[in-house]
């Protein structure tokens, strides 16, 4: 296992080159959006490039929602037999008009995940990004 | 395949039982939250009971941020080579104080990712449920 747990404990908070290295090699994750307290959430493929997310989407409440209130949350994980990733953006969203941008878009390699016509990019500006590994197990039951 | 897609329309929207039973079948989702515009999305396991959905988590900012505003989103997903699905839902997050409660989350079956001390017991009462179902392919690109 590259993740090293200190003491065995079962979650490893990753550092940022960690959880951008995670990221680059997903290419399915979920955004999250609110307006005016009403939470939504959404099944995305993405790309990254530069620092930067790159998703592809339908117009849509999706989009509605980011234009509204551009903050964000995005969250990629990846679960295997006995260990698990997650990593977590905090940004904002930012739809993309001018063909520079949409060209860097489409160098990010995003792909949508179904073959309908898709024309809207959207670029998520990272403010934050945090990562955690963990070593799956039972859980220790309290009084038992 | 058990999803009829209308001729062959990439993307299918499934019913409220075919969501729910995708659900069952599942341990692994997302839960978004958002406290004065700021959106959070985390992973959790999580169960499902009695038309209800248990999560079992640590203190911390998800817990504090479902006590300010208890309107939460959830996601769950399956990505498979040639299809996938998601099913999302929305609906309002209660942290359970009373043992009838946290014995009926009990039998919701979940557990949690690591094997810490996790004493926290949510249960989410769902407003909406909504699922789709994706033959995956590529994207038909515009003037190319």
Chains 1, 2 share one sequence.
Do not use: C
């Not at 592809?56 to 990629?76: C, Y």
Request: hydrophobic share 40%; charged share 25%; glycine share 8%.
């Amino acid at each position: 296992m590259k993740y090293d747990h200190d003491n065995n404990h079962p979650v490893l908070v990753l550092n940022e080159e960690q959880s951008w290295e995670l990221l680059a090699h997903t290419s399915h994750g979920r955004v999250a959006t609110s307006v005016a307290g009403d939470v939504d959430i959404v099944p995305v493929n993405y790309g990254v490039h530069k620092g930067k997310l790159f998703l592809r989407t339908a117009p849509g409440n999706k989009l509605a929602s980011m234009t509204i209130n551009d903050k964000v949350a995005f969250e990629a994980d990846g679960i295997l037999a006995d260990e698990a990733w997650s990593v977590v953006v905090h940004g904002s969203a930012e739809v993309l008009e001018h063909e520079a941008d949409i060209q860097e878009a489409r160098e990010s390699g995003v792909s949508p995940w179904v073959p309908t016509q898709k024309d809207f990019w959207i670029r998520i500006h990272v403010r934050s990004i945090s990562g955690r590994h963990f070593q799956l197990g039972e859980q220790p039951e309290v009084g038992q």
